[in-house]
């Protein structure tokens, strides 16, 4: 199994930045894409940004030229650095990885698609 933790959250004013970050544990065998996605209240939850394990990104449209993903293999961390930020970029921010890992008998399973619990990030003057 596979475990994703955000952190990073918050509440900040308009035009302001935070950094959230998602940290993959457990018995990984390999991360593959990893994403952030967002839900705010009432509406469905949506893609913000994606990398790939080499490092190729994309952007909701909202969000380019503010938002920037990176990762690090090694750690097994992905990163959102959000600048010039919105009231509307209000939302609990998802982590998302897909990955193989091994199961209780050590076996290699997936590949599998990993949630974590989200973590608010609140933009308000």
């Known amino acids: 199994q596979v475990q994703l933790v955000e952190s990073g959250g918050g509440l900040v004013q308009p035009g302001g930045s935070l950094r959230l970050s998602c940290a993959a544990s457990g018995s990984i065998l390999r991360i593959n894409a990893m994403g952030w996605y967002r839900q705010a209240p009432g509406k469905e939850r949506e893609l913000v940004s994606v990398i790939t394990r080499g490092g190729s990104a994309d952007y909701a449209d909202s969000v380019k030229g503010r938002f920037t993903i990176s990762r690090d293999n090694a750690k097994n961390t992905m990163y959102l650095q959000m600048n010039s930020l919105k009231p509307e970029d209000t939302a609990v921010y998802y982590c998302?990885?897909?990955?193989?890992?091994?199961?209780?008998?050590?076996?290699?399973?997936?590949?599998?698609?990993?949630w974590g619990q989200g973590t608010q990030v609140t933009v308000s003057s």
């Open positions: 998302n990885a897909e990955g193989l890992s091994r199961d209780s008998r050590g076996y290699p399973s997936g590949p599998n698609d990993y």
